[in-house]
């Protein structure tokens, strides 16, 4: 139980919790302070427990993507580096899914038209 007398929430309903306020969440590796993602009890590599969190500014650039044609329609999913130093998949939604290259600046926009709240990247005009 926690302070409130709650049962602890776990690492991925607190990354929900962000994303429903709109808030890109990421952990950060209690004794080294390197960030990593996807939400973890125990930080990778060092074992540290409760690792805490951090709000990333949302700023990133695409490592690698590739275009999913369906008869659906077409998608992109990309592996993108966020500025704080760690690597979140996802996919980039504006422009057209086989217009996004490698190297692009990108930021990120929380879509809420599902079940749970998730984040998805659109491309930034200025390359900032």
Do not use: K
Not at 48 to 53: F, L, N, R, T
Not at 81 to 99: C, K, Y
């Amino acid at each position: 139980m926690d302070e409130s007398g709650q049962p602890p929430r776990s690492p991925r309903q607190r990354f929900l919790d962000h994303c429903a306020r709109g808030e890109l969440a990421f952990q950060r590796d209690p004794e080294s302070g390197a960030a990593f993602f996807y939400p973890r009890a125990v930080a990778p590599g060092s074992g540290g427990e409760s690792p805490p969190w951090d709000v990333s500014a949302g700023l990133g650039t695409v490592y690698s993507t590739t275009c999913i044609r369906t008869r659906g329609g077409d998608h992109n999913v990309a592996l993108i580096d966020l500025d704080e130093g760690f690597r979140i998949l996802s996919r980039v939604e504006t422009p057209a899914p086989d217009a996004v290259r490698i190297g692009q600046r990108v930021r990120v926009r929380m879509r809420t038209d599902g079940d749970e709240p998730y984040p998805v990247f659109d491309l930034l005009e200025d390359g900032a």
